[in-house]
């Protein structure tokens, strides 16, 4: 992927936008290109000291990102306060080190050098009023520069979830508006007896919305993936790093040496992507060793990432999650039990394979399918009238790039109304980051052929 690959219509405006340092609430769907507008404005502006502030498990894909699109920008990744101390473009941190009381990073932050600019990613994660992490954000303000929110769902239960990020990041726009005034205006309040003396006074709901509407109209750019359908691929395809577990890989010498041969392999120009195709078939016993430690490897940080998908996500939209190793698909429907996920592997009866399609395309409650590529990869429709589904993660993905595409397409079917994100998560830091970079290239030359829209993130 290059840098130099041009800006959606949307991207450029909403960086034009921060560029010019309007006040500016990036609410882009998710998948369609909120950190690169950020990035684009900080390289625009010539920003000396950008802050991230973000979920714990988009540290490494704001990583990758600036890598990608801000060429010889330097980055800290805050674990600590004295990472702060150091000289860079770009500083990530997590939004759990805001979250702890009386934090030694967020103290730093509030009391060290400034910031020209701040991105606050999955910015609802701020819209409490009395959360740790918000009187952090507070005590920085004077010294974070322009606050750009990014979130593709502002607002989660009702309007008050907006007013905190509103007095922060744009007082200005509520013209001395109270809280209470503004609950009052907007929200719908009751005061409610729940066993105790006192009445609790409670939110049930929003009232006045046109109104809010046009008050925010100024501060808030809405972008859904359904008003930039037709500038977007039908598939877009991605490599996603997630942190390493490396518990799983100590115990294999085998693991190593072949990670070894593979990145020689990379360094001397062999296409490695063949040589694991030929292993594969070959079946070849460290190779296969290798990729169920990976599976076990990415366990931790991909079931994090998924849950702040779907966290992130609307709560009518659904994912849709393949794997290939049966204890890793088994982990996974534990781990993301909540969201009551249907799953689909090779030992699947007929009758329970229809059952699970049938529950994930009508049940609201189920907002997961969990599926191995081989056995869930084709023959069905995954999109339907009560079904919305554009989002596709590989926690393991097929070595033949055909079987990742035919998977993906289970979504991109008839009915589809949005643009599809398949993501491939890579063990940060190992030789699934050579594989998955090869495999998605080979996703994308294989829609590209078949797809006249497809092109690069």
């Known amino acids: 992927m290059s840098a130099q690959l041009p800006l959606f219509p949307h991207q450029a405006n909403g960086a034009f936008r ?42 490494l894909v704001w990583k990758r990102e600036i890598v990608l699109w801000h060429a010889n920008a330097t980055f800290v990744i805050v674990r600590s306060s004295a990472d702060l101390e150091k000289f860079a473009d770009y500083y990530i941190v997590s939004h759990g080190l805001m979250s702890q009381k009386n934090g030694a990073v967020a103290e730093a932050l509030a009391t060290g050098f400034a910031f020209e600019m701040t991105a606050i990613d999955e910015a609802h994660a701020y819209n409490a009023a009395d959360t740790n992490r918000v009187k952090a954000l507070r005590r920085a303000v004077p010294r974070l520069g322009q606050i750009v929110p990014l979130s593709g769902t ?61 008050m925010i109209a100024p501060f808030m750019l809405r972008v ?26 100590i115990a294999e010498g085998s693991f190593k040496s072949l990670e070894n041969v593979l990145t020689r392999s990379l360094e001397q120009g062999i296409d490695v992507g063949n040589i694991l195709e030929q292993l594969a078939r070959e079946n070849d016993v460290n190779v296969m060793t290798m990729r169920r430690l990976l599976g076990l490897a990415k366990l931790r940080g991909a079931t994090e990432y998924i849950v702040d998908m779907l966290d992130n996500l609307p709560e009518d939209r659904k994912v849709l999650v393949f794997a290939h190793h049966a204890h ?22 007929a009758k ?10 009508n049940d609201r409650r189920c907002r997961v399918f969990i599926g191995n590529i081989q056995a869930a990869g084709t023959a069905i429709t995954l999109v339907g009238p009560k079904c919305k589904c554009s989002d596709v993660v590989f926690v393991e993905s097929s070595w033949t790039p055909m079987d990742n595409a035919q998977a993906a397409c289970r979504v991109h079917r008839i009915g589809q109304q949005d643009g599809v994100v398949a993501r491939m998560l890579s063990a940060a830091g190992t030789v699934d980051d050579i594989i998955n970079g090869i495999l998605v290239r080979k996703a ?5 052929l078949f797809d006249a829209k497809e092109t690069q993130k």
Not at 328 to 349: F, K, M, N, Q
């Open 18 to 59: 921060l560029a010019q340092k309007m006040p500016t609430y990036l609410g882009f769907d998710m998948g369609i290109g909120k950190s690169r507008t950020f990035i684009e404005a900080v390289k625009a502006r010539k920003a000396p000291h950008a802050l991230i502030l973000c979920p714990a498990s988009a540290v």
């Open 154 to 214: 502002p607002m989660r239960n009702h309007a008050g979830d907006l007013y905190t990020l509103l007095s922060i990041c744009w007082p200005q726009g509520l013209k001395g508006m109270t809280r209470p005034a503004y609950e009052e205006r907007f929200c719908c309040i009751a005061h409610k007896n729940f066993g105790g003396r006192r009445m609790i006074r409670v939110i049930e709901g929003s009232k006045n919305l046109s109104q809010l509407r046009t």
């Open 224 to 249: 859904r993936k359904e008003d930039v359908f037709r500038d977007l691929p039908s598939i877009i395809w991605d490599s996603v790093p997630v942190p390493l577990d490396p518990t799983q890989l």
């Open 328 to 349: 890793v698909i088994g982990a996974l429907t534990r781990h993301l039990g909540e969201y009551l996920p249907a799953v689909l592997t090779g030992s699947t009866s």
């Open 352 to 361: 329970d394979r229809e059952v699970a399609v049938d529950r994930f395309l």
């Open 444 to 448: 994308r030359e294989f829609t590209q």
